[in-house]
Structures are given as C-alpha cells and as structure tokens.
C-alpha cells in the first residue's frame, strides 16, 4: 500500500507564492507518476500537473508559467511551487500517485493513490 501526506498550504494574498509538498511512504518502489490535482467547492476535480520518472511534467493551461512541480525521487517527495498566486487558485490540493503507465497522464482515474489534501486559500 501506499500513503501519501500532503502538507504546506495555507491561506497567501494574490500575487504571494506558495510550495506545497507531498511525501509518499509504503510501497513507493518504482512510483511512475507523481501529481496534483485541486477541487474548488461545487467543482470537479481537475489536474494541475504532474511528473514520471523520466522527469517529464506536464501543466494544466491554467497553471501553466506559474507553478512548477519537481520530485525528489530519493526523498519520495513531489513538490509544487506556485507563484503569482490568484483568488481562482484557491481550492483543495490533493497529490496523485501511480505505480506504472506510460505518456504523462493527466486523467484522474490513472492516479490510484491520493493523499488527504491540502487546502489553498488565495485572497483577493
């Protein structure tokens, strides 16, 4: 099994920037993908980005040249950096893991581990 504990949010002004974390623990051999998804209140869950093992990432339009997200594979740990920080962003951060796949998935039914969130909250 595998756990994953997400942790570093919080509430920032517009503008601010904010690093959450994700740490993976159990059975973390080999984790093909590590992501982020959010959800707003009343809203889908909706990718934000997402990094294999071969370093590939991939963004969500809307985050794209905001956020930035990296691994540290030794660490088991998946980072997301935001910047420029707007009220839109504010919602609940889950992080995504799975264990095999191919491409860069961004489909939410490839992730089959997911943390508990992380709540963003973002002031206008």
């Known amino acids: 099994q595998v756990q994953l504990v997400e942790s570093g949010g919080g509430l920032v002004q517009a503008g601010g920037s904010l690093r959450i974390s994700c740490a993976a623990s159990?059975?973390?051999?080999?984790?093909?993908?590590m992501g982020w998804f959010r959800q707003a209140p009343g809203k889908e869950r909706e990718f934000v980005a997402t990094t294999t093992t071969s370093s590939s990432t991939t963004y969500a339009d809307s985050v794209k040249g905001r956020f930035t997200i990296s691994r540290d594979s030794a660490k088991n740990t998946v980072y997301l950096q935001m910047d420029s920080l707007k009220p839109e962003d504010t919602a609940v951060y889950y992080c995504?893991?799975?264990?095999?796949?191919?491409?860069?998935?961004?489909?939410?039914?490839?992730?089959?581990?997911w943390g508990q969130g992380t709540q963003v909250t973002v002031s206008s």
């Open positions: 995504a893991a799975s264990g095999s796949g191919s491409g860069i998935p961004t489909w939410r039914y490839s992730y089959p581990y």
């Open positions: 159990g059975r973390t051999f080999n984790m093909y993908a």
